[in-house]
């Protein structure tokens, strides 16, 4: 007879390896997802398991409880065992009929067997907005589904009181449903809106900051202290801030103030398409903790949300960011009439920028990490659709009339813009390193979002001869 152990071992090697994987990860030994179905059965056949919640579930529970005494780790097992049949009831068709996914070899033998052992992770989510929200879905879909994370997912609410009187927090409990930020997607059964900061990051081992940047460094202010010493944290936002001594990456805000480990995850990722399961990628920036990565892809990856690693946190950050300056530029020009080719033009120039930028202030930065999701990917998507583009368009159908503060209030319904923002901050670092003439699209979309030039200037900044840094970095591109 085999133990619970040795059934645990034969179901993850049938289980399908459909985790996303790093750069440096294998492309190659894909596994059809259809083969772990077909093998998931034939074990289920052999062991009366059937998935809780069926009519005979009750077998489940039994011949769980008569393995129990069985090993020292068996409820870790029995944890695990749960979690492979649980997945029935949410494996979404993309899921299991993804057909040509490339699914990879993944970590599930060694990897998962040892995580059985050891405590499950607790994922906490700090924001809830139109993003934070659908980072929360994918978080609980992959918690429900992997032993290795505890089920419940619990996300810090900016608390709002709704039109109809009722708290955010309680209607997200009562419906699953974030009503203002995503409406009509459901969040998962295993999320828990949190209006209470303290309580919402609690015994957290990994904590998902997604809020507009410009509230992380009164969130870090209140987190310090609360936190547990060995979490590890990600940040979804896109943004910077200014400091003193110059630019502060919000990773780097997150990791100085709180005295963690901090990652990213950016790509070409409107929350929306990605709420309805639609295909799309993104890429983690890693500092030099390759095992955590590979814990952040977990968290996230699904076959319709394939996530990577690369070892380039500020090169992945300030991809994220400093598109949305391009996206205002993009924007600027479809209210002026402009055509594809202006647009075309705008996104070349603008990530040339992003590039340089980059590059002079972060010599570390890899090339390659432009061509990744986080790089031309969500360039391109955010100068297409988003909310940068939206706002910008209209303020240049406006003449500039109208200021980007009232368009945003009035267009956005609560979501905030970036892009006017990190311009200023940018401008703020250009001026006072006297490189605004090496960065004449940066320059101008600050100047066109503070009115001192009109949105037509945006396809005549290039008049202003670029001037070449001293010591500009070479781009091997
Ligand atoms: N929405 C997207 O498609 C998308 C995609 C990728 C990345 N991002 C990035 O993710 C980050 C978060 O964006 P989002 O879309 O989740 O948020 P959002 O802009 O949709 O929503 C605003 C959020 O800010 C909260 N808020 C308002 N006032 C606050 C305060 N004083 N303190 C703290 N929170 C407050 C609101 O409750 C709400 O949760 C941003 O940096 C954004 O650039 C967004």
Same mark, same amino acid.
């Given at each position: 007879?085999?133990?619970?152990?040795?059934?645990?071992?034969?179901?993850c090697?049938?289980?399908?390896?459909?985790?996303p994987r790093?750069?440096?990860?294998?492309?190659g030994?894909?596994?059809?997802?259809?083969?772990?179905?077909?093998?998931?059965?034939?074990?289920?056949?052999?062991?009366?398991?059937?998935?809780?919640g069926?009519?005979?579930?009750?077998?489940? #529970?039994?011949?769980?409880?008569?393995?129990?005494?069985?090993?020292? #780790?068996s409820s870790?097992?029995?944890?695990?065992?749960?979690?492979?049949?649980?997945?029935?009831?949410?494996?979404?068709?993309?899921?299991?009929?993804?057909?040509?996914?490339?699914?990879?070899? $993944?970590?599930?033998?060694?990897?998962?067997?040892?995580s059985?052992?050891?405590?499950?992770?607790?994922?906490?989510v @700090?924001?809830?907005?139109?993003?934070?929200?659908?980072?929360?879905?994918?978080?609980?879909?992959n918690?429900?589904?992997?032993?290795?994370?505890?089920?419940e997912?619990?996300?810090?609410?900016?608390? =709002?009181?709704?039109?109809?009187?009722?708290?955010?927090s309680?209607?997200i409990?009562?419906?699953q449903?974030?009503?203002?930020?995503? *409406?009509?997607?459901?969040?998962?059964?295993?999320?828990?809106?949190?209006?209470?900061l303290?309580?919402?990051?609690?015994?957290?081992? +990994?904590?998902?900051?997604?809020? *507009?940047?410009?509230?992380i460094e009164?969130?870090?202010?209140?987190?310090?202290?609360? @936190?547990?010493?060995?979490?590890?944290? @990600?940040?979804?936002?896109k943004?910077?801030?200014?400091?003193?001594?110059?630019?502060r990456?919000?990773?780097?805000?997150?990791?100085?103030?709180?005295?963690?480990?901090?990652?990213?995850? +950016?790509?070409?990722?409107?929350?929306?398409?990605?709420?309805?399961?639609?295909?799309?990628?993104?890429?983690?920036?890693?500092?030099?903790?390759? =095992?955590?990565?590979?814990?952040?892809?977990?968290?996230?990856?699904?076959?319709y949300?394939?996530?990577?690693?690369?070892?380039?946190?500020?090169?992945?950050?300030?991809?994220?960011?400093?598109?949305?300056?391009?996206?205002?530029?993009?924007?600027?020009?479809?209210?002026?009439g +402009?055509g594809?080719?202006?647009?075309?033009?705008i996104?070349?120039?603008?990530?040339?920028? +992003?590039?340089?930028?980059?590059?002079?202030?972060?010599?570390?930065?890899?090339?390659?990490?432009?061509?990744?999701?986080?790089?031309?990917?969500?360039?391109?998507?955010?100068?297409?659709?988003?909310?940068?583009r939206?706002?910008?368009?209209?303020?240049?159908?406006?003449? $500039?009339?109208? #200021?980007?503060d009232?368009?945003?209030?009035?267009? &956005?319904?609560?979501?905030k813009l970036?892009?006017?923002?990190?311009?200023?901050?940018?401008?703020?670092?250009?001026?006072?390193?006297?490189?605004?003439?090496?960065? *004449?699209?940066? #320059?101008?979309?600050?100047?066109?979002?503070?009115?001192?030039?009109?949105?037509?200037? @945006?396809? =005549?900044y290039?008049e202003r001869?670029?001037?070449?840094?001293?010591?500009?970095?070479? &781009?091997?591109?």
């Amino acid at each position: 007879m085999r133990g619970p152990r040795a059934f645990a071992r034969t179901l993850c090697r049938g289980a399908p390896a459909l985790w996303p994987r790093g750069r440096e990860g294998a492309r190659g030994g894909s596994v059809v997802a259809g083969a772990k179905n077909a093998q998931a059965q034939q074990l289920q056949q052999q062991t009366v398991l059937v998935c809780p919640g069926s009519p005979s579930s009750s077998s489940f #529970s039994s011949s769980a409880s008569s393995s129990s005494s069985s090993s020292p #780790s068996s409820s870790a097992v029995l944890l695990a065992l749960r979690k492979h049949f649980l997945p029935v009831s949410f494996h979404t068709a993309a899921w299991d009929m993804a057909p040509g996914l490339d699914v990879g070899s $993944g970590t599930r033998d060694g990897g998962l067997l040892n995580s059985y052992e050891a405590e499950p992770d607790r994922v906490a989510v @700090i924001g809830s907005g139109n993003w934070g929200s659908v980072a929360a879905r994918l978080a609980a879909t992959n918690a429900r589904r992997l032993p290795y994370f505890q089920d419940e997912v619990r996300v810090w609410v900016y608390e =709002e009181k709704l039109s109809n009187g009722e708290l955010l927090s309680d209607v997200i409990n009562k419906t699953q449903e974030n009503v203002k930020y995503l *409406p009509n997607v459901k969040l998962g059964p295993n999320v828990v809106a949190d209006p209470n900061l303290e309580t919402a990051v609690k015994n957290a081992t +990994m904590l998902v900051f997604v809020m *507009p940047h410009q509230f992380i460094e009164g969130i870090c202010q209140k987190l310090k202290g609360k @936190i547990r010493p060995d979490a590890k944290a @990600i940040s979804l936002i896109k943004g910077m801030e200014m400091g003193d001594d110059g630019p502060r990456l919000i990773s780097r805000e997150i990791s100085e103030q709180l005295g963690i480990d901090c990652s990213v995850l +950016m790509g070409a990722n409107i929350a929306n398409e990605i709420a309805v399961e639609q295909f799309s990628e993104a890429t983690v920036g890693y500092r030099d903790d390759k =095992e955590t990565a590979d814990k952040w892809v977990q968290v996230f990856g699904t076959p319709y949300f394939q996530v990577t690693h690369v070892q380039d946190v500020e090169g992945v950050e300030l991809c994220g960011t400093l598109k949305n300056i391009v996206a205002i530029a993009a924007g600027l020009v479809d209210g002026l009439g +402009m055509g594809n080719n202006t647009k075309a033009a705008i996104m070349r120039i603008g990530l040339k920028e +992003m590039i340089l930028f980059s590059k002079l202030l972060f010599p570390s930065v890899q090339d390659a990490t432009f061509f990744e999701s986080c790089g031309i990917a969500d360039l391109i998507t955010t100068c297409l659709g988003g909310r940068n583009r939206k706002v910008a368009d209209a303020f240049s159908k406006h003449g $500039g009339k109208r #200021s980007f503060d009232e368009l945003e209030v009035e267009l &956005l319904n609560g979501q905030k813009l970036q892009g006017v923002l990190t311009a200023k901050e940018v401008f703020g670092l250009l001026k006072a390193k006297d490189w605004e003439e090496s960065f *004449p699209l940066f #320059s101008t979309v600050h100047a066109i979002a503070t009115r001192h030039l009109p949105p037509s200037a @945006i396809v =005549e900044y290039s008049e202003r001869a670029p001037r070449k840094i001293v010591g500009t970095p070479e &781009l091997h591109l």
